[in-house]
């Protein structure tokens, strides 16, 4: 029965890529075809060891030889460019919510290949502001730290971080600019405290460009008394 009613299901609704848009199978357990995901822009060579960002040279990237970063490493499986731009376009803002799934399976790999499952006590999505999270249906790094967190068996806490302000939308804003949007932006719900001391978080987001967002997190996190901050996000940006 279930398989009849698969098949009448795909015929009238066909599943298809979200990248391509040719045809999957119903039995396929993703959005996005193997071709396309072997596709996508991977975040390889040489990187800043501490933020992931594209490097020329040396072990460390300017900012974080001369900025104060609160987190103390960031991981993304992709590159902010090309395809992976317009399906987390897509994941954020048409309802592509099933996304969640795929890029949570490569921002998996990247966890387990820095063994950091084996150090993390606890997964924290970055928060979105309630009147946004209400438009727009979900939290998008609330999604992706749900998946991450069925899957390397560490509980999650979505309660923790509170975003208090509505901030305009980063990507467009120069560095200054972000962290001038971001400041008192966040703030820890109190009863929590002793939830995070002396743990290790894993911070999850959808993009970090100029780690504003997550090194204010951060921030907070360890002024709680949160040991270690690592950050996970499905693509980072160069500079």
Same mark, same amino acid.
């Given at each position: 029965m279930k398989k009849i009613l698969n098949y009448f299901i795909n015929f009238f609704f066909p599943k298809v890529c979200s990248c391509c848009n040719k045809n999957?199978?119903?039995?396929?357990?993703?959005?996005?075809c193997i071709n396309c995901l072997n596709n996508l822009p991977k975040n390889e060579?040489?990187?800043?060891?501490?933020?992931?960002?594209?490097?020329?040279?040396?072990q460390h990237?300017?900012?974080?030889?001369?900025?104060?970063?609160?987190?103390?490493?960031?991981?993304?499986?992709?590159?902010?460019?090309?395809?992976i731009k317009m399906l987390i376009h897509n994941?954020?803002?048409?309802?592509?919510?099933?996304?969640? *799934?795929?890029?949570?399976?490569?921002? &998996? $790999?990247? %966890?387990?290949?820095?063994?950091?499952?084996?150090?993390v006590d606890i997964v924290i999505p970055v928060p979105l502001f309630w009147t946004r999270k209400i438009f727009r249906g979900y939290n998008q790094a609330d999604l992706l730290a749900k998946e991450i967190s069925k899957k390397i068996n560490i509980k999650?806490?979505?309660k923790i971080l509170v975003r208090k302000f509505y901030t305009k939308a980063q990507f467009?804003?120069?560095?200054?600019?972000?962290q001038e949007n971001l400041q008192k932006s966040f703030y820890i719900?109190?009863?929590?405290?002793?939830?995070? *001391?002396?743990?290790?978080?894993?911070? &999850? $987001?959808? %993009?970090?460009?100029?780690?504003?967002?997550?090194n204010s997190c951060a921030k907070l996190l360890k002024q709680a008394g949160a040991k270690k901050v690592f950050v996970i996000s499905i693509a980072r940006t160069s500079f």
């Amino acid at each position: 029965m279930k398989k009849i009613l698969n098949y009448f299901i795909n015929f009238f609704f066909p599943k298809v890529c979200s990248c391509c848009n040719k045809n999957l199978s119903v039995k396929y357990n993703g959005a996005i075809c193997i071709n396309c995901l072997n596709n996508l822009p991977k975040n390889e060579g040489l990187k800043c060891s501490v933020c992931d960002v594209q490097i020329q040279k040396q072990q460390h990237c300017y900012d974080c030889l001369h900025n104060k970063n609160y987190f103390d490493f960031i991981k993304a499986p992709y590159k902010y460019e090309k395809s992976i731009k317009m399906l987390i376009h897509n994941f954020k803002y048409s309802n592509r919510f099933f996304l969640a *799934k795929d890029f949570s399976c490569a921002m &998996v $790999d990247v %966890i387990l290949k820095n063994q950091w499952d084996k150090q993390v006590d606890i997964v924290i999505p970055v928060p979105l502001f309630w009147t946004r999270k209400i438009f727009r249906g979900y939290n998008q790094a609330d999604l992706l730290a749900k998946e991450i967190s069925k899957k390397i068996n560490i509980k999650i806490n979505n309660k923790i971080l509170v975003r208090k302000f509505y901030t305009k939308a980063q990507f467009a804003l120069n560095r200054k600019a972000r962290q001038e949007n971001l400041q008192k932006s966040f703030y820890i719900r109190k009863k929590y405290n002793d939830i995070i *001391k002396n743990k290790n978080v894993l911070l &999850v $987001d959808d %993009i970090v460009t100029t780690c504003a967002t997550v090194n204010s997190c951060a921030k907070l996190l360890k002024q709680a008394g949160a040991k270690k901050v690592f950050v996970i996000s499905i693509a980072r940006t160069s500079f």
